[in-house]
Protein backbone atom coordinates (compact mmCIF):
# COMPACT_ATOMS: atom_id res chain seq x y z
CA UNK A 1 0.00 0.00 0.00
CA UNK A 2 1.44 3.31 -0.86
CA UNK A 3 2.23 5.57 2.20
CA UNK A 4 3.23 8.81 3.19
CA UNK A 5 4.74 9.22 6.74
CA UNK A 6 5.52 12.36 8.21
CA UNK A 7 7.77 13.34 11.47
CA UNK A 8 7.80 14.59 13.96
CA UNK A 9 3.71 14.64 14.69
CA UNK A 10 4.19 18.11 16.45
CA UNK A 11 7.05 20.67 17.49
CA UNK A 12 7.52 23.48 19.46
CA UNK A 13 10.21 26.03 18.26
CA UNK A 14 11.28 29.56 19.69
CA UNK A 15 10.69 32.85 17.15
CA UNK A 16 14.08 32.94 14.98
CA UNK A 17 14.86 29.15 15.29
CA UNK A 18 15.29 27.22 12.44
CA UNK A 19 13.36 23.49 11.97
CA UNK A 20 12.91 20.49 9.24
CA UNK A 21 10.34 18.17 9.18
CA UNK A 22 10.87 15.07 7.41
CA UNK A 23 8.59 13.03 4.92
CA UNK A 24 9.00 8.99 4.32
CA UNK A 25 7.08 7.70 1.54
CA UNK A 26 6.77 4.29 -0.11
CA UNK A 27 5.08 5.67 -3.23
CA UNK A 28 5.25 4.17 -6.76
CA UNK A 29 6.09 4.99 -9.27
CA UNK A 30 6.74 8.21 -8.23
CA UNK A 31 5.41 11.40 -10.43
CA UNK A 32 6.06 14.71 -7.73
CA UNK A 33 6.19 15.27 -4.21
CA UNK A 34 4.49 18.62 -2.52
CA UNK A 35 4.53 20.44 0.67
CA UNK A 36 1.04 21.91 1.61
CA UNK A 37 1.03 24.75 4.91
CA UNK A 38 -2.27 24.43 6.42
CA UNK A 39 -3.45 27.08 8.70
CA UNK A 40 -6.13 26.08 11.66
CA UNK A 41 -9.67 26.18 10.12
CA UNK A 42 -8.55 27.14 6.32
CA UNK A 43 -7.45 24.26 3.73
CA UNK A 44 -4.49 23.88 2.75
CA UNK A 45 -1.99 25.90 0.58
CA UNK A 46 0.81 24.97 -1.72
CA UNK A 47 4.98 25.52 -0.79
CA UNK A 48 6.49 23.78 -3.40
CA UNK A 49 5.98 21.06 -5.95
CA UNK A 50 9.17 18.67 -6.75
CA UNK A 51 9.12 16.32 -9.95
CA UNK A 52 12.05 13.06 -8.90
CA UNK A 53 14.95 14.96 -10.96
CA UNK A 54 14.48 17.93 -9.03
CA UNK A 55 16.29 17.40 -5.13
CA UNK A 56 15.91 21.17 -3.91
CA UNK A 57 13.25 23.90 -4.18
CA UNK A 58 12.56 27.10 -2.10
CA UNK A 59 9.91 29.48 -1.47
CA UNK A 60 11.24 31.86 0.51
CA UNK A 61 11.75 31.19 3.91
CA UNK A 62 10.71 27.40 3.30
CA UNK A 63 13.21 25.04 1.47
CA UNK A 64 11.86 21.67 0.51
CA UNK A 65 14.36 18.49 -0.77
CA UNK A 66 13.74 15.66 -1.78
CA UNK A 67 15.87 12.18 -2.09
CA UNK A 68 14.07 10.26 -5.00
CA UNK A 69 16.76 7.33 -4.18
CA UNK A 70 15.96 6.97 -0.49
CA UNK A 71 12.28 8.10 -1.12
CA UNK A 72 12.68 10.93 1.70
CA UNK A 73 11.92 14.60 1.35
CA UNK A 74 12.61 17.65 4.42
CA UNK A 75 11.04 21.01 4.71
CA UNK A 76 13.26 23.34 6.14
CA UNK A 77 11.88 26.44 7.81
CA UNK A 78 14.37 29.25 7.83
CA UNK A 79 14.19 32.22 11.02
CA UNK A 80 10.93 30.81 11.80
CA UNK A 81 7.71 33.20 12.63
CA UNK A 82 4.52 33.25 15.06
CA UNK A 83 3.19 33.15 11.20
CA UNK A 84 4.49 29.60 10.43
CA UNK A 85 2.44 27.91 13.47
CA UNK A 86 0.40 25.87 11.40
CA UNK A 87 0.02 21.70 10.08
CA UNK A 88 2.58 21.00 6.86
CA UNK A 89 1.37 18.62 4.89
CA UNK A 90 3.54 15.93 2.57
CA UNK A 91 2.01 14.84 -0.47
CA UNK A 92 3.26 12.66 -3.27
CA UNK A 93 1.75 11.82 -6.39
CA UNK A 94 2.12 8.55 -8.02
CA UNK A 95 1.04 7.25 -11.48
CA UNK A 96 -1.89 5.03 -12.07
CA UNK A 97 -3.08 3.94 -15.27
CA UNK A 98 -5.68 5.73 -14.70
CA UNK A 99 -4.13 8.90 -14.03
CA UNK A 100 -2.40 10.24 -11.21
CA UNK A 101 -3.27 10.01 -7.76
CA UNK A 102 -2.32 12.09 -5.00
CA UNK A 103 -1.38 10.57 -1.15
CA UNK A 104 -1.31 12.75 1.87
CA UNK A 105 0.42 12.10 5.07
CA UNK A 106 -0.86 12.82 8.10
CA UNK A 107 0.73 16.30 8.36
CA UNK A 108 3.15 17.78 11.22
CA UNK A 109 1.49 20.39 13.72
CA UNK A 110 4.56 22.96 13.89
CA UNK A 111 3.43 25.79 17.32
CA UNK A 112 5.98 29.04 17.25
CA UNK A 113 6.31 30.85 20.53
CA UNK A 114 7.83 34.42 21.00
CA UNK B 1 -11.04 36.95 -7.02
CA UNK B 2 -12.57 34.31 -4.96
CA UNK B 3 -10.86 31.00 -5.70
CA UNK B 4 -12.61 28.66 -4.01
CA UNK B 5 -16.04 29.31 -1.93
CA UNK B 6 -17.22 26.09 0.26
CA UNK B 7 -21.06 26.77 1.74
CA UNK B 8 -21.91 26.24 4.59
CA UNK B 9 -19.31 26.67 6.53
CA UNK B 10 -20.59 24.20 9.13
CA UNK B 11 -23.41 22.55 10.22
CA UNK B 12 -24.84 20.10 12.48
CA UNK B 13 -27.30 17.49 10.64
CA UNK B 14 -29.24 14.68 11.97
CA UNK B 15 -28.04 11.05 10.94
CA UNK B 16 -30.02 9.66 8.40
CA UNK B 17 -30.66 13.65 7.26
CA UNK B 18 -29.48 14.49 3.35
CA UNK B 19 -27.15 16.91 3.27
CA UNK B 20 -25.46 19.04 -0.15
CA UNK B 21 -22.20 20.56 0.47
CA UNK B 22 -21.42 23.19 -2.11
CA UNK B 23 -18.68 24.52 -3.38
CA UNK B 24 -17.48 27.01 -6.39
CA UNK B 25 -14.57 27.74 -8.38
CA UNK B 26 -14.00 31.21 -10.04
CA UNK B 27 -10.33 30.31 -11.73
CA UNK B 28 -12.31 28.20 -15.01
CA UNK B 29 -9.93 25.05 -14.05
CA UNK B 30 -11.09 22.01 -15.62
CA UNK B 31 -10.63 19.34 -12.11
CA UNK B 32 -12.14 19.43 -9.23
CA UNK B 33 -12.17 17.30 -5.85
CA UNK B 34 -13.88 16.39 -2.64
CA UNK B 35 -11.86 15.36 0.38
CA UNK B 36 -12.24 14.60 3.86
CA UNK B 37 -10.26 15.09 6.72
CA UNK B 38 -10.39 13.34 9.63
CA UNK B 39 -7.72 13.61 13.33
CA UNK B 40 -4.74 12.07 12.53
CA UNK B 41 -5.52 10.73 8.91
CA UNK B 42 -4.39 12.45 6.04
CA UNK B 43 -6.98 13.52 3.41
CA UNK B 44 -8.67 11.39 1.58
CA UNK B 45 -10.08 11.61 -1.80
CA UNK B 46 -13.87 11.20 -1.94
CA UNK B 47 -14.71 11.83 -5.33
CA UNK B 48 -13.31 13.69 -8.21
CA UNK B 49 -14.19 15.60 -11.50
CA UNK B 50 -11.52 15.79 -14.73
CA UNK B 51 -13.86 17.97 -16.68
CA UNK B 52 -17.41 18.87 -16.31
CA UNK B 53 -19.90 15.94 -16.94
CA UNK B 54 -17.34 13.40 -15.75
CA UNK B 55 -16.90 12.47 -12.43
CA UNK B 56 -14.58 9.34 -10.71
CA UNK B 57 -14.65 7.69 -7.62
CA UNK B 58 -11.72 8.79 -5.15
CA UNK B 59 -10.53 6.25 -2.14
CA UNK B 60 -13.97 6.48 0.37
CA UNK B 61 -16.71 7.46 -2.17
CA UNK B 62 -19.21 5.41 0.04
CA UNK B 63 -22.35 7.29 1.47
CA UNK B 64 -21.39 10.33 -0.83
CA UNK B 65 -22.71 11.30 -4.74
CA UNK B 66 -21.15 14.40 -7.23
CA UNK B 67 -22.40 15.60 -9.83
CA UNK B 68 -20.52 18.43 -12.23
CA UNK B 69 -23.24 20.15 -14.65
CA UNK B 70 -20.84 22.77 -15.39
CA UNK B 71 -17.08 23.94 -15.22
CA UNK B 72 -17.52 25.92 -11.74
CA UNK B 73 -19.85 23.83 -9.38
CA UNK B 74 -18.97 20.53 -7.98
CA UNK B 75 -21.33 19.79 -5.23
CA UNK B 76 -21.45 16.60 -2.74
CA UNK B 77 -23.93 14.94 -1.55
CA UNK B 78 -24.78 12.75 1.82
CA UNK B 79 -27.83 10.80 0.80
CA UNK B 80 -28.12 9.91 4.58
CA UNK B 81 -25.89 10.97 6.98
CA UNK B 82 -24.30 8.39 9.13
CA UNK B 83 -22.22 9.27 12.65
CA UNK B 84 -18.90 8.17 10.93
CA UNK B 85 -18.96 10.96 8.00
CA UNK B 86 -18.72 13.66 10.82
CA UNK B 87 -15.68 15.82 9.38
CA UNK B 88 -14.23 18.24 7.80
CA UNK B 89 -14.55 18.50 3.81
CA UNK B 90 -12.56 20.15 1.33
CA UNK B 91 -13.13 20.91 -1.93
CA UNK B 92 -10.08 21.57 -4.29
CA UNK B 93 -9.56 22.04 -7.91
CA UNK B 94 -7.03 22.10 -10.36
CA UNK B 95 -6.41 23.48 -14.16
CA UNK B 96 -6.72 19.69 -15.49
CA UNK B 97 -6.90 16.48 -13.68
CA UNK B 98 -5.26 13.63 -13.25
CA UNK B 99 -3.61 12.79 -16.18
CA UNK B 100 -0.13 11.15 -16.53
CA UNK B 101 2.68 13.07 -15.19
CA UNK B 102 0.08 16.09 -13.87
CA UNK B 103 2.14 18.56 -12.17
CA UNK B 104 -1.31 20.85 -10.93
CA UNK B 105 -0.89 22.35 -8.09
CA UNK B 106 -4.76 21.91 -6.34
CA UNK B 107 -5.96 25.25 -4.71
CA UNK B 108 -8.19 24.28 -1.52
CA UNK B 109 -11.31 25.49 -0.01
CA UNK B 110 -11.81 27.37 3.15
CA UNK B 111 -13.56 23.68 4.47
CA UNK B 112 -16.85 22.85 5.53
CA UNK B 113 -17.20 21.43 9.43
CA UNK B 114 -19.98 18.88 9.28
CA UNK B 115 -21.24 16.91 12.69
CA UNK B 116 -23.52 13.69 12.42
CA UNK B 117 -25.05 13.34 15.38
Known amino acids: KNQVEQSPQSLIILEGKNCTLQ??????????LRWYKQDTGRGPVSLTI?????NTKSNGRYTATLDADTKQSSLHITASQLSDSASYIC?????????????FGGGTRVLVKP | IAGITQAPTSQILAAGRRMTLRCTQD?????MYWYRQDLGLGLRLIHY???????GKGEVPDGYSVSRANTDDFPLTLASAVPSQTSVYFC????????????????FGPGTRLTVL
Open chain 2, 92 to 107: ASSDSGTGLGAYNEQF
Open chain 1, 91 to 103: VVSFIKAAGNKLT
Open chain 2, 27 to 31: MRHNA
Open chain 2, 49 to 55: SNTAGTT
Open chain 1, 50 to 54: MTFSE
Open chain 1, 23 to 32: CNYTVSPFSN
